[in-house]
């Protein structure tokens, strides 16, 4: 890997060599407006298992680039074959941390797509790979890099919010059709809702929050108990579907409509997970902020400030409030959006899909600690395992595990200004 420096004074990576676990649909989306327009990175690999998605893959390089990458259908072998400086794991969930040990064994970076883990241990195996290889490694928590999200991390460290109490979040999207013809797409998330009951998605909400609360950077999570109920969602829509006619009755699934977790911090404050995807409803986050100063909600993206007299005057009637939020992101504006907009917002997501990459390729080639380390990875995933256990067991509270060992006490928060929306080689020469 060559460097040069940009206009900012930063390397930047030149002729970064990196490969594509997984080529599904996001798989594909990603390469094409994330990756592919990146002219510093050369797309060396491309593995799936499926011939007819490895094939679009490398149709789409070799259109881009003229240069067709090398395909395998194993990621074992194209990890010991060609020499990388980074591979991007986008396969299924169950896929995502063996193909991540497997790359850190062989001293390749890795960018993970997000989902959660399937037993404590495996998140046991990442922490103990990345402290005995020390081969980077980074989640691509995509929504860590929201405009809101980053601003509401400015609001919350400028005191706005006073002391934060409480969070809510979750992951809240209608998935029935997706999961329901999961096997005529290839897709993974319908076998997992038909034998699985769990948080299988938490990181969307846990992302953000774990930034707000400095989870693993001076707090933690100490417990985790969760609560689901039926799977009347998805059967209910089964039996309404043509296509499912013959098999309505027989197909049955394990994952609940709505699944609630509930985590204590160590520092007292609490925080509660939702997983909602087989139910009519508006895509959302839910994200809600509780301080004892102010309080936001996602829902009807607000503002409630204690301090102002237009908001305490609404105290029982503040629809006329509703919205204001964006005032507040434009007052705190995060450094990376700050910079973002004046290049041009680019890339799914609103943005922040570019921005996470942003993070990942410019902290490798700094070689500083990923904003979104081997502790927050194998933290974050974990609900998903401990969720499926505490369900199992009617709901009952777990302590949970401390991925960084007692440095926890110790860990800086993380430095989300440092990288992020730096200017194409192009406009670097023009600064």
Known sequence: MSQRIDGQGRPVADDLKIAVIGLGRRSLLLLEHILLPREELHISALCDLLPQRLEAGLDLVEAARGRRPVGYCSYQEMLLTERLDAVLVFSSWENHLPATLFAMEQKVAVACEVGGAYSVHECWQLVDTYERTRTPVMLLENCCYGR????????????????????????????????????????????????????????????????????????????????????????????????????????????????????????????????????????????????????????????FEERKAEHADAHFNWRGQWGNADRYVEQYEHPIWSRFLERGVRGGHGGMDWLVFDAFFDTLVSGEEMPIDACDMATWMAVTALSEESLALGGQPLPFPDFTKGQWLLRRPAVFAAVGSRPSPEAAAAE
Not at 177 to 184: D, M, P
Not at 214 to 226: F, K, P, Q, T, Y
Request: hydrophobic content about 35%.
């Open 148 to 303: 809101t999200e980053l601003a509401l991390l400015e609001m919350v460290r400028a005191g706005l919010f006073g002391a934060l109490v409480h969070a809510e979040g979750g992951y809240l999207h209608d998935l029935r059709n997706t999961i329901g013809y999961g096997e005529q797409r290839q897709h993974y998330r319908r076998q997992n809702y038909r034998l699985r009951n769990a948080d299988s998605y938490p990181t969307h909400a846990l992302g953000p929050i774990a930034m707000y609360f400095d989870i693993n950077r001076g707090n933690r999570i100490v417990s985790l108990a969760s609560q689901g109920g039926g799977a009347w969602g998805m059967e209910d829509w089964a039996r309404r579907q043509p296509d499912f006619a013959a098999e309505a009755g027989s197909v049955r699934f394990a994952q609940s409509d709505i699944v609630k977790t509930q985590l204590g911090l160590a520092g007292g404050q609490t925080v509660t997970l939702t997983l909602d995807t087989t139910l009519p409803r508006p895509y959302s986050r839910g994200l809600r902020l509780a301080g004892t100063r102010a309080m936001y909600n996602e829902e009807n993206h607000s503002i």
